[in-house]
């Protein structure tokens, strides 16, 4: 065995071990944020935690509360005042993220090359007030020049084989589709709007 081989060989190694790394990374920064946590269901109520407070499901009263934040007081209507579950999508900046963890450029000041952060809010509409927001998603989104856009779609696709990234708008109406037909098994009938 000659010595280029072995070199050729390490090289190789150093490259994919690299290329790993680096999926690894976008994986992290593209990750979907903001799903709901800390789900608990009974035979009669569905309680979960978001970003934005907790939202309570009462199937034996028929009425679903909102507590702001976490703390407070309950905010509660009944199931028959609601009918919509509304999905809005979104985007703003991403320059400091861009800047800080990603590939800050002199393309990035044109407007089509610069990062965002994508938001996918799903709210209800209760009567005499404005919408609740129950859930906002939010993600990483790198936007890059020609070939490099081709490249960073190309990994963003083989992360989705493995199951490490799924775009937000999927995931959204997955998300807002899943609250749909838990909300029903209590008796609150929702459409998406």
Known sequence: ??????GGGWILL????????NLGYLAF??????????????????QFKTAHGTVRLDGVHKRIGFRPGGKGPWISHPFEDLQELHCRQSEGSGALLE?????????DFAGQYRDVVNH???CIRVPGA????????????QRELWLGQFFHDLELAILGRLGLYEPIREAGFGLANELIENFARYGLKLRLA
């Open 1 to 6: 065995m000659d010595g280029s081989s072995i």
């Open 14 to 21: 150093i490259f994919l071990g690299a290329w790993a790394l």
């Open 29 to 46: 920064l593209h990750k979907l944020r903001g799903r709901p946590k800390k789900l608990v269901r009974t035979v009669s109520a569905m």
């Open 99 to 107: 800047f800080l963890f990603s590939d800050f450029a002199i393309w």
């Open 120 to 122: 996918f809010e799903l």
């Open 130 to 141: 404005e919408e609740i927001t129950l859930i906002t998603l939010k993600q990483f989104e």
